[in-house]
């Protein structure tokens, strides 16, 4: 650039024409920077960051052209590391559906399994205090005998007789042919 010290004194006292001139002199470099360390994509939009940030310190800078140069780059690079930390705390989640797409799942279902859930606790609540709360540790807790008999302080065995026969009431409650069978048998 051959009047590169005046054509920057002009763009530091705020002369459009004269910063035109540097950034069309100065960002097909910054770009290629750019290109090189983040790719393409986010090139012109690092390159454009840089500009800004160049802006706020133009003012103050004194030097020559390859000064300038080394500055802006400078500059480049501290976006580009700000860009990569900042995907590195937020990455970006790349599906294959966007999210406009409605769900796999079926609204209702969802619905009616949470109105089966409800349901069924409610049913179990039907039971008397000390099956109901066997049949919660082990079939809605997942927990083993052991583990229900000393969480209740009931032996092992307690728990199972509690288990088969809040599982039998709640058959009946459902209307089984087999567990009323069986429990007719019983009387």
């Known amino acids: 650039m051959e009047d590169f010290a ?36 986010l090139a012109e939009d690092l390159a454009a960051e840089t500009w800004v940030a160049a802006l706020r310190g133009f003012a103050a800078f004194a030097g020559e052209e390859k000064s300038l140069r080394a500055w802006l ?3 480049a690079r501290a976006r580009w590391v700000d860009s990569v930390r900042a995907h590195t705390r937020r990455p970006e989640l790349v599906t294959d559906a966007p999210p406009e797409l409605p769900s796999a799942e079926d609204v209702h279902e969802q619905v009616e399994r949470g109105f089966t859930t409800d349901w069924a606790l409610r049913l179990i609540a039907t039971l008397p205090p000390e099956q ?5 540790l082990r079939v809605v807790g997942q927990l083993e005998v052991a583990d229900v008999a000393e969480l209740t302080g009931k032996t092992a065995n307690h728990v199972r007789v ?14 089984d042919p087999a567990a009323m069978a069986d429990q007719e048998e019983r009387l």
């Open 6 to 41: 005046d054509t920057l004194g002009a763009a530091q006292l705020g002369d459009e024409g004269a910063f035109t001139t540097l950034f069309r002199e100065f960002n097909p470099a910054v770009v290629r920077y750019l290109a090189v360390l983040a790719g393409r994509d």
């Open 73 to 75: 780059l400078t500059i």
């Open 132 to 136: 109901a709360e066997v049949i919660t």
């Open 162 to 175: 509690l288990t088969h026969r809040g599982l039998k009431r709640l058959a009946q409650a459902l209307g």
